[in-house]
């Protein structure tokens, strides 16, 4: 093959003569280059480490206290109040024999200036750490803000005023800390009491007041010690026990996905298509490894949130093992692994140490859709392997894939930056039937091809895209984050030529992408089909529905006087009671990226106040009344959201506890019990972090879908939602054909019809008068 000629730096053949010794400096003029892109980001690396070491203070400081302190002692004056003369004294006896006592003495304030100058930065890095840990500004109401949160809003402006980098915040971030037990147990007891008949209310008390009086305690303290030892007291155990040890597929229970935008595709090309995808990527890439991204912060304030989630992003795989998978990360890498046609190749993404431009990756990849060569045996569906249960996939890898072609056509994949699925259909909302399409179109990209790479990115016949996530590195708002770049990077800074192609030139030298070589037995083949079994049934058991919800948004719920996130949940209470007769323990997403390594907590979005709403406005109660209710259910939630932020939840403490009576060999029935409770209905908001990459006024119909996850019960729903703009809301419901009880578009209807009547309970007459905006058709659109 012409790309392994390429590849090879120099030959040489002995012969009778002597040997004979070839260069092509065609390749070694490559090494060069990628050799000197290696160096540049090394160097990067290390100013970045001195820049965030130094962090809130620069490296320029130090020359700032050392001119000051030189020119004090200039004047005749001791800053130092002796301490120069002291370090002069304990100089080397070298120092003081090569040097002058003037010499001496600038050397003495060098290091006092040194001294001096990382001592102010541990002081001011102690007092950002201690300013970070307040708060207390989340519980007091709007436009009602304290003397103490008005004047720790001026001290953390002041102290954040340098332009941080990405990680520059992460060794400031407070630990999460750990509640006390009986805080824990009385928000739990709270939580299950609207769910629970009055006998079964009283045994579950007992066994709370039970665990708290003899092991709660016991394992409360080991908790505390791993508080102090460890970064975070619950990030890696979630990581291991939830995701990484699950033995069952991944595919459905764990990974999640993200769509394209609703109305346009910018071209129906579909290699230019992937070509602007890989590229933003691949940008974005670029911004992490050099941290320039703006560290994410909370909305419309200056509190930074913990960004150690973005490390993992690119170069990541998920390995998996008898016991526990292993997440493995790379610290680059110059190629992507593509999936057409049943076969798997290598595709490089930098040549002679440059990022290929967005018209020659699609020229590369253009050259991998007119490859004429056939799936080699076995290939096709090799990817059913990460889709099924992790044991036989880890006894597969174990016995087949360690040596041989099989060994390095692995690597390339895990070692690649991501994973670019062509897939040969076409998706979106189209044709005769657009509900029904963009609800195939959602169930497509949480299947996928390949479940163990960080993400992959599936890139559709007519040009619609989308991304598809493995859960245990990072939770959607980061994955979100990357997204949206993405899009808008691909759209509004790219684009695209008249034809629908990339822009920029083409080098057609480039050497042809690697086609990756396999050697399948037929014990592999056959694992392949069995594995491929469990993933077509559990794929065809999803009832996926996507629906923009267009009759008001964000807007209309603010002039109501009420959080949006608290009027979409108790909609969806609201909606969960008329379709299922009841109400059931609620799952609602959030995160606790407040402090270092934090990931999410639980709201346990179902509490007495929102069921009293519910069963008022369902029981035909007065308006006024279910109003009442209802802003009291909407503060509930408001605060066990806040409560939930700054690690005061209930799920992740009782979690951890479980984890440590599992280690001590105790068991408990009370921590068994609450781990074992069903998510009837698990939820989750998929932020909006970049809405100035979007010009959605002037472009309305670059509208974002968000993303969606498979239900976490089989006897449940799994809904999540993404508020577009101040007039969107869309929403992604997914439940199991298998429960008979469930249905995603009838509990879609519900959902809308929940919003639609609490909006009009809150409404005042003139605002019910008004006109809601709704989001404009297009009046151009290109290919849907």
């Known amino acids: 093959m012409a790309e392994a000629h390429q590849a090879v730096a120099f030959q040489f ?55 000051a302190i030189l020119a004090t002692m200039y004047m005749r004056s001791d800053p130092s109040m002796g301490l120069i003369a002291k370090i002069q004294q304990h100089l080397p006896l070298s ?7 003037q010499g001496q003495t600038m050397l003495s304030a060098l290091v006092f200036s040194t001294v001096l100058w990382l001592s102010v930065i541990l002081a001011l890095r102690f007092c950002l750490k201690v300013l970070l840990s307040y708060h207390r500004w989340m519980f007091e109401k709007h436009g009602r803000t304290s003397t103490t949160t008005k004047v720790w809003v001026t001290l953390l402006r002041l102290l954040s005023g340098r332009k941080p980098l990405l990680y520059s915040y992460q060794t400031s971030l407070p630990h999460m800390p750990v509640p006390t037990i009986k805080d824990t147990l009385s928000r739990y007891l709270e939580s299950v009491q609207p769910l629970l008949t009055g006998p079964g209310f009283e045994r579950m008390t007992g066994l709370a007041n ?26 890696d155990w979630w990581e291991e026990y939830i995701y990484l040890r699950s033995r069952g597929p991944i595919m459905v229970n764990s990974n999640y996905y993200g769509m394209d935008f609703l109305y346009v595709t910018p071209t129906s090309v579909q290699a230019a298509r992937a070509g602007n995808t890989i590229t933003a990527l691949l940008l974005y890439r670029r911004k992490v490894n050099r941290e320039e991204l ?6 419309g304030t200056v509190i930074p949130l913990c960004a150690a989630q973005c490390e993992r992003m690119f170069n990541t795989t998920r390995t998996p093992g008898a016991e526990t998978d292993v997440l493995q990360h790379w610290q680059d890498s110059e190629f992507v692994a593509v999936y057409h046609k049943g076969r798997y190749f290598r595709l490089w993404v930098y040549h002679a140490g440059r990022l290929l431009s967005p018209r020659e990756i699609q020229h590369q990849v253009q050259r991998i859709m007119e ?69 195939r179109y959602a169930k497509s990209l949480l299947h996928g091809k390949w479940f163990d790479k960080s993400f992959s990115i599936i890139v559709y016949k007519n040009g619609k895209n989308g991304l598809n996530a493995e859960h245990s590195w990072a939770d959607a708002p980061t994955v979100a984050h990357l997204w949206e770049y993405t899009l808008a990077t691909d759209v509004f800074q790219l684009g695209y030529t008249e034809d629908g192609h990339c822009k920029g030139e083409v080098d057609r030298t480039l050497p042809h992408p690697q086609r990756l ?25 999803v009832d996926c529905h996507v629906f923009p919800f267009r009759d008001f948004g964000k ?87 806040r409560l939930a932020m700054t690690g005061d939840g209930i799920d992740r403490h009782l979690f951890c506890l479980y984890v440590v009576s599992k280690y001590l060999g105790v068991d408990s029935p009370f921590l068994k019990e609450v781990l074992s409770e069903p998510w009837r209905l698990s939820t989750s908001q998929t932020p909006l972090q970049q809405m100035e990459l979007f010009d959605l006024k002037n472009h309305p119909e670059f509208i974002s879908l968000g993303g969606g996850f498979g239900p976490v019960a089989d006897d449940g729903y799994g809904v999540s939602y993404i508020i577009v703009g101040e007039d969107m809301i869309n929403f992604h419901v997914s439940s199991k054909h298998s429960f008979s009880g469930t249905d995603s578009h009838r509990f879609g209807q519900q959902i809308s019809r929940a919003l639609q009547d609490i909006v009009a309970l809150l409404s005042s007459p003139d605002t019910k008068a008004a006109t809601s905006k709704c989001l404009p058709e297009p009046q151009t659109k290109k290919t849907l």
């Not at 120092?95 to 006592?101: F, G, K, R």
């Not at 039970?210 to 619950?234: C, D, H, I, M, P």
């Not at 703006?294 to 909305?299: A, F, G, Q």
């Not at 037995?521 to 469990?534: F, G, K, R, T, Y």
């Open 371 to 439: 490859d004429p060569s056939p799936p080699q045996p076995g290939e096709e569906k090799l990817g059913a392997l990460t889709a099924g249960d992790r044991i036989p996939w880890a006894e597969m890898r174990k016995r087949h894939f360690g040596a041989g072609v099989n060994r390095r056509s692995l690597d390339v994949i895990e070692r690649a930056a991501f994973f670019v699925t062509l897939d040969e259909e076409e998706q979106g909302m189209r044709g005769d039937d657009p509900a029904g399409n963009l609800d």
């Open 294 to 299: 703006k560290p994410s912060r909370v909305p």
């Open 210 to 235: 039970q665990f708290e009086s003899s092991l709660g305690n016991r394992l409360q303290r080991y908790l505390k010690l791993k508080a102090l030892w460890a970064t975070n007291y619950v990030s």
């Open 555 to 641: 807007g209309r719920i603010k002039k109501l006087r009420i959080s949006p996130d608290a009027f979409i949940q108790l909609s969806l209470q609201l909606a969960y009671y008329r379709d299922r007769g009841g109400f059931c323990l609620t799952y609602e997403a959030s995160m606790t990226r407040l402090f270092r390594e934090g990931r999410t907590e639980t709201v346990r979005s179902c509490s007495n106040e929102s069921c009293d709403f519910v069963k008022a406005l369902a029981g035909g109660e007065g308006e006024e009344k279910c109003r009442e209710l209802f802003r009291q259910a909407a503060e509930k939630h408001q605060n066990l959201y």
């Open 13 to 67: 053949t002995i012969t009778p003569e002597g040997m004979d010794l070839q260069l092509s400096y065609q390749a070694l003029h490559q090494i060069y280059r990628s050799g000197l892109r290696s160096w540049k980001k090394r160097l990067s690396r290390m100013r970045n480490r001195v820049i965030k070491g130094v962090y809130p203070a620069s490296p320029s400081s130090w020359l700032f206290v050392v001119i």
């Open 517 to 541: 070589v396999w050697d399948i037995p037929s014990e592999v083949q056959a694992q392949v089909s069995s594995s491929l079994a469990v993933a077509q049934v559990l794929a065809d058991d």
């Open 95 to 101: 120092v003081h024999v090569s040097l002058s006592s």
